[in-house]
């Protein structure tokens, strides 16, 4: 049994910081991507950015410069800092833990940016 579980989410006002976790546990091993993904209302859910194995990072190009990933290894667990967010940044983040036989996902947590 693996569990995949997010925290880190309210709400804050434009130009806010949020910093998301996500930690998996349980029966998994050799990850080789870990992910956050977000999905607006209305809306299809899309990459906000991923951390591989080794170290490598993607970023959605709307995130980039305010959004940094991060990864413990030894605590399965990873880490999105939100800087300067903005409205359009308000969706339910959603973490993703990917080997070569799994694929995981969390139930998600809310970010909503408002004054």
């Known amino acids: 049994q693996v569990h995949v579980v997010e925290s880190g989410g309210g709400l804050v006002q434009p130009g806010g910081s949020l910093r998301l976790s996500c930690a998996a546990s349980?029966?998994?091993?050799?990850?080789?991507?870990m992910g956050w993904y977000r999905q607006a209302p209305g809306k299809q859910r899309e990459l906000v950015a991923q951390?591989?194995?080794?170290?490598?990072?993607n970023y959605a190009d709307g995130v980039k410069g305010r959004f940094t990933i991060s990864r413990d290894g030894a605590k399965n667990t990873v880490y999105l800092q939100m800087n300067s967010l903005k409205p359009e940044d308000t969706a339910v983040y959603y973490c993703?833990?990917?080997?070569?036989?799994?694929?995981?996902w969390g139930q998600g947590t809310q970010v909503t940016v408002s004054s």
């Open positions: 951390i591989i194995d080794g170290g490598s990072t």
């Open positions: 993703n833990v990917r080997g070569i036989v799994y694929d995981y």
């Open positions: 349980g029966s998994i091993f050799s990850i080789y991507v």
